[in-house]
């Protein structure tokens, strides 16, 4: 595709549930980025893939995140468990190194009940 | 600790004024700034700095860096309402994951 794409555009859950968020990156894009905007706060890094590996998993919240990155291509975001803390934007970015212009996709606005 | 600070946070201006937003950060291994425009829910590029007074423009928008004084702005000329968003400053280190490092953004709003 052109650009990044995420899904669900929005997903509604009740507490304590887990949810599933997908990123498809730009075609050839080797990096992988999953950031969180809560509302009223700004962006904040979560963990960064390079093709599959993920070498920097620093920015996950909480062991009940995980991503995982197959094919070089899309990822999966996970949430166990959710909690009203987790509601937030969920946006992904692409690049095509590391270091390299990170494009974004629409993100999936998460809301927790 | 790294940060990086935008101002003002809020702006409200009326069409065909110019603006102009300040990005100053405090990071170690600085690698590059990078400035976005967010109108919903996707950040958009708009310019990437790595190199100090060498002015970045694209229409009514320009930027440039300062690695002296540690800072960059954001112009934007005879500004529209179509300008009207929240605009993100953001830091990339040369270690680790390269990931942006954001500024919480400045809300502009332009008002015909």
């Known amino acids: 595709g052109a650009g990044v794409s995420q899904s669900p555009s929005n997903k509604v859950t009740e507490k304590g549930k887990d949810v599933e968020l997908r990123c498809d990156p730009i075609?050839?894009?080797?990096?992988l980025y999953w950031y969180r905007q809560s509302l009223g706060q700004g962006l904040e890094f979560l963990i960064y893939f390079q093709g599959n590996s993920a070498p920097d998993k620093s920015g996950l919240p909480s062991d009940r995140f995980s991503a995982e990155r197959t094919g070089g291509s899309v990822s999966t975001l996970t949430i166990q468990r959710t909690q009203q803390e987790d509601s937030a934007v969920y946006l992904c970015?692409?690049?095509?190194?590391?270091?390299?212009?990170?494009?974004f996709g629409p993100g999936t606005r998460l809301t927790v009940l | 600790e790294d940060k990086v600070v935008q101002s003002p946070l809020s702006l409200v201006v009326h069409e065909g004024d110019t603006v102009t937003l300040n990005c100053s950060y405090e990071?170690?291994?600085?690698?590059?700034l990078l400035w976005y425009k967010q109108e919903k829910k996707a950040p958009t590029f708009l310019f990437m700095l790595t190199s100090s007074g060498i002015e970045k423009k694209s229409g009514r928008l320009s930027s440039i860096l300062d690695k002296k004084e540690l800072f960059s702005i954001l112009n934007i000329t005879a500004t529209q309402t179509g300008d009207s968003a929240i605009y993100l400053c953001a830091v990339v280190r040369q270690t680790g994951a390269n990931n942006l490092f954001f500024g919480t953004g400045t809300r502009l709003t332009v008002i015909p």
């Open positions: 990071v170690t291994n600085f690698r590059s």
């Open positions: 075609s050839g894009h080797t990096a």
């Open positions: 970015a692409s690049s095509s190194g590391r270091g390299d212009t990170q494009y």
